[in-house]
């Protein structure tokens, strides 16, 4: 009281209340601290800037490290940003120059979000990436990690996807082509990886100017366990008919059926079941369970024709496990050598670009009044 102000009455004193701890609160035991996503969060991005995926990767501003002892050095200042190729449901894609390497890539940036869903697809995809070692799968060349957003590298593959290719039309031998490696990738994920696609389309499956033809995009791949997934996720639009209907458990099978879709459509240049066409989504995907399946055009060979009706029979089980379709004439009687797949990829590389050019340069649309 000796420092209150001269000829101010004193306050009168309150007892103070005895301190309680957490523990003494509540009988004893803790009250837990309230779950929130942010704490969640927490579990994986440790106060040095890291982000650590259970110990199975852990990601950082120098690149990442895998617990099976890979590592891939890499980082942003290492790289010269050259333009964006695309936007996607998952991130950007920027096409970068590695100047150490002299090598271009492609660079995926991927904003993390407080979602659990978003940090399994960002591992299943890096865990895809750095275990695949095949000709029919995107090379990967690192991963880091800068505050709130994820980058992994991978091949640049300069003709784009196929769904910006097959415009200028697609002759058997090259569809041929094309699908003989789709089925290879898709065969290497699941005998060496035991890894379902689940989200296969033209718009994930890359081409070169090369000729090469690569799987990408393996966020929502799924680990099977005795050949069988058990999650409702991927594009509806291309989802095999068991799995709009049943939704929870599916085979590698209705991978096959993607894969069927996806060689229609390169085939006849536009999606078989265009939403125009359908009043909703709802009646879209009805006519995907219950109608008869589409067909390969006439101008095809029947080896092509039986190739894709193989794969789009509805019932799962009557469809061809991948050695089959390796086997059928479609992909058999047209040698690897034989095939310029190399000049096609190019003429749709350089069709693209003019159709990309004219698209920039096309004067806007007036305003609606």
Known sequence: ????????????????????????????????????????????????????????????ADGVDFSNGNSFKINMEELKLLEELGKGQYGTVQKVYHKPTNVTMAMKEIRLELDQSKLNSILMELDVLHKSASPYIVEFYGAFFIETC??????????????????IGVPEDILSHITRSMVRGLKFLKDDLSIIHRDVKPTNVLVNSKGQVKLCDFGVSGQLVQSMAKTHIG???????????????????????????????????????????????????????????????????????????????????????????????????????????????????EARIAREEAAKNAPAAPPSS
């Not at 309680?20 to 969640?40: D, H």
């Not at 994820?150 to 415009?167: H, I, R, T």
């Not at 594009?235 to 059926?257: F, K, L, N």
Request: hydrophobic fraction near 35%; glycine fraction near 6%.
């Open 1 to 60: 009281m000796n420092n209150l102000p001269r000829g101010n009455a004193p306050t009168p004193m309150r007892r103070a209340m005895p301190r309680m701890t957490l523990s003494q609160m509540g009988g004893g035991s803790p009250i837990p601290k309230p779950e929130t996503p942010f704490s969640n969060f927490s579990r994986f991005v440790d106060p040095s800037g890291k982000l650590n995926f259970n110990g199975k990767a852990i990601l950082h």
């Open 150 to 167: 994820v980058y992994y590298c991978m091949e640049f593959m300069d003709a784009g996807s196929l769904d910006k290719l097959y415009q």
């Open 235 to 349: 594009c509806q639009s291309y989802m095999a008919p068991e799995r709009i209907s049943q939704g929870h458990t599916y085979t590698v099978q209705s991978d096959v059926w993607s894969l069927g879709l996806s060689i229609l459509e390169t085939a006849e240049g536009s999606y078989p079941y265009p939403p125009e066409k359908y009043n909703s989504v709802f009646a879209q995907l009805a006519a995907i369970v219950e109608s008869p399946p589409p067909s390969l055009p006439e101008s095809y060979s029947q080896d092509a024709r039986d190739f894709v009706a193989l794969c789009l029979l509805k019932d799962a089980k009557e469809r061809p496990a991948y050695k089959a379709l390796l086997e059928h004439p479609f992909l058999s009687k047209y040698g690897e050598d034989e095939v310029d797949m190399k000049s096609w990829a190019v003429k749709a590389m």
